[in-house]
């Protein structure tokens, strides 16, 4: 049976560290509860969207982990949360890619990747799994692959009748070309300035229906502008509006915005109107962020549903 949700992407296992403050460019500071926790960009979409799914549809990785222990260890964590990763392939020549994270105890975080196997992922590779895109409803995207494979998986889940998600993250400069196969670009307020060719800052609440609009004007259909505790705003062809996220005590805030694309991916596979998407993925985000850990902070659906009203 095809997959509903295909998500191409990064898979990494975590190193985290809890400190009380986030280190400055040249200092030292001492970090206690050193865990390993299944997660990069792609994997994380992948487990939350599994665990969020109803019965009978499927989702589905595609990516690369090495021939070690971390790599397998991935692959089980995924299929734990009903993932197909029978498109995980494991690199003859990488490792498996690696996440160092600190979390400070305001639940924020600084993230250094090293990619490993993640990279070793070619766009012909891609254009070979052609047949993986057919029939699914919603394919998601992040930027922790080559951009050349992204930029060719899109146009094939493109022509292949799919909608397409891509999380531009981490930030880099897009061309026209890739982000004109984009249905749903998520930016988080960095992102959005980044893809402007602006230096990151705060943005006034006023100014997010404008950086929405000058993203949309790159080439996506829809922008989602990613905004934290503050939820999302959408901009598209029909509609345009703030959707206010979910007050919670914020543990962590790793894989935040991967759950959030999980829900909505989700959410929208199921035909569900935008606005009703996004307050789903909302709910999934603000519980996500509770919990310690990237994959271990993954909603069950119940929760989301019972958080959304919905
Ligand atoms: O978005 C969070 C993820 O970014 C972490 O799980 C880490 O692996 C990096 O990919």
Redesign the pocket.
Known sequence: MDASIVVVG?????FVVAVKKLPAPGETVLGRNFQM????????QACAAGRLVREGTRVRMVGRVGQDLFGDHLKASLSAAGVDVSTVAHSRTQPT???L?AVEASGE?S?V?ASGANMDLPASDVEAMRRVFRGARVVLF?L?SPLDTVAAALRIAREEGALTILDP??AQPLGRELLENVDVLTPNESEALGLLGEPARRIEAGEAAELASRVRALGPRTVILKLGEQGAFLQSASESGHHPGFRVEAVDT?????TFNAALAVALAEDRAMAEAIRFANAAAAISVTRM???ASAPAREEVERMAAI
Do not use: H, R, W
């Open positions: 990064s898979l990494n296992m975590d926790i299944p997660g990069g960009k792609g994997a994380n890619g690696v996440a994270i975080n993230i990747v992040q922790e993250a981490p790793t894989a935040a915005g991967d850990g990237a994959q």
